[in-house]
């Protein structure tokens, strides 16, 4: 049965608020220090060391630098707690005191800036809180508690390549996984949704091959980079003119590279395309119609081979348990109110979380936590400057603000896992 009770609540939460200024530290920490994906080893660390602290059996490097704490705490079920824990290749323009100044190396060998643009240090902060506040408890609920600290979700891989690397092996298979990210939503607001909420989605990378040569004698050559603005442009129909009104989807010429000089004509171009659909087979469409497009301009222009189209990451569908979903949200509207949990529009975002939920068998639920200023974002919605007043998740302006985010975060973490934890003593949970 449920713990969810007013009372049992305060207390399960009384230590948050001497923690608040210990987790702020944290989450200043970690955005002031963000890691690419898979060399999370810093951010990795400090986790693992405030788990250790907490009284969790913690084990490290799975999935390469994925941590989970684990908390076994007498006969109930197991609950999964994830958060995703690396950052993004973007030059920071936030402004703010603890704004990042960091760089690393990306996956090509290229020295980049980093930002924790997509609000990473927010998720791992939020779980660590609720870890501690969960830990401080352990006298109010009976079960296990999971705690993932998961790498490598920018590239699409990291959920995945912690379960083949073992995971539920290791700690255990859960009964129920959540998750949540924060979104340029009102702080204190938290968004829910049954069923689809975030995109399915693939990166393509596209290879068009030339023939290169002089600048000056053009005629000799097969141009890629005229090749690769013909697809680009060629791209651009393949939603308003082969998808149907009815069905959402997306395609995104995220990078193109074509040549070294200005004299010089390139041998091959290579674009990033990514692509996003609320349903597999849309997806599926969007490739073939991709393929089928570079082929043909690539006949086209003459090029001497075909062009290679190789799927270099992809996220699936996240979707919902919907009755575990609509039961969360009466928890979540009986802690913060009706007026503050709100229904969460379907989001062309994607996420690796649903992953966990599909290996383990079991009910997932994935929300949303706004965590800007609530003023200004109301203002820009109604005045209808929402999309360019406020900056989006892997904006180089993205900042949220730390309070009531960082407690609200922490909240809904916990009291979705009270939602399944047994009352202790009591070993059937619900």
């Given at each position: ?211 290169g040569g002089h600048g000056s004698r053009p005629e000799t050559t097969v141009d890629p ?206």
């Amino acid at each position: 049965m449920s713990i969810v009770t007013t009372e049992t609540t305060e207390r399960v939460l009384a230590p948050l608020e001497a923690a608040l200024p210990e987790l702020e530290a944290l989450y200043v920490d970690l955005h002031r220090h963000p890691e690419l994906a898979f060399t999370e080893t810093r951010t990795a660390a400090e986790l693992a060391r405030r788990l250790t602290e907490d009284g969790f059996e913690v084990h490290t490097g799975i999935g390469r630098t994925g941590v989970v704490g684990v908390l076994r705490n007498g006969e109930g079920p197991t609950v999964l707690l994830r958060a995703d824990i690396d950052a993004l290749p973007v030059e920071e323009q936030t402004g703010l005191s603890y704004a990042s100044t960091a760089r690393g190396v990306d996956s090509e060998g290229r020295d980049v800036p980093l930002m924790h643009a997509c609000g990473h240090d927010m998720h791992a902060t939020w779980l660590s809180g609720a870890a501690h506040v969960l830990a401080a408890s352990r006298d109010e609920w009976s079960g296990t508690l999971l705690a993932v600290f998961q790498p490598g979700e920018e590239v699409g891989d990291g959920a995945a390549g912690m379960v083949q690397d073992g995971l539920f092996e290791r700690v255990g298979r859960p009964d129920v996984v959540f998750g949540q990210h924060i979104v340029p939503g009102p702080a204190g607001w938290v968004l829910t949704r049954p069923g689809v909420i975030m995109a399915a989605t693939e990166n393509l990378r596209i290879t068009l091959h030339g023939r290169g040569g002089h600048g000056s004698r053009p005629e000799t050559t097969v141009d890629p980079a005229v090749l690769a603005a013909s697809v680009v442009l060629k791209l651009q129909t393949i939603v308003s003119r082969e998808i149907a009104a009815t069905e959402p989807a997306v395609v995104t010429v995220g990078s193109m590279h074509v040549g070294t000089a200005a004299n010089v004509i390139a041998d091959h171009a290579v674009l990033e395309v990514n692509t996003r659909a609320f349903d597999d087979a849309v997806l599926l469409r969007l490739r073939k119609a991709i393929e089928r497009i570079v082929n043909g301009e690539a006949a086209a222009a003459g090029a001497p081979q075909p062009p290679t189209v190789e799927v270099v990451a992809s996220y699936p569908v996240t979707a919902n348990d919907a009755a575990a979903s609509d039961e969360l949200t009466e928890v979540f509207q009986g802690h913060f109110g009706a007026e503050a949990t709100m229904p969460a529009p379907l989001v062309t975002g994607s996420e690796d979380f649903s992953e966990f939920g599909r290996a383990a068998g079991v009910p997932s639920v994935f929300w949303l936590v706004g965590g800007f200023d609530a003023q200004q974002v109301i203002t820009a919605m109604t005045e209808g400057r929402f999309e360019t007043d406020v900056p989006s998740n892997h904006s180089s302006k993205f900042a949220p603000v730390l309070h009531p985010t960082l407690r609200t975060g922490v909240e809904t973490l916990v009291v979705a896992a009270l939602s399944r934890f047994a009352r202790p003593g009591v070993a059937e949970g619900r």
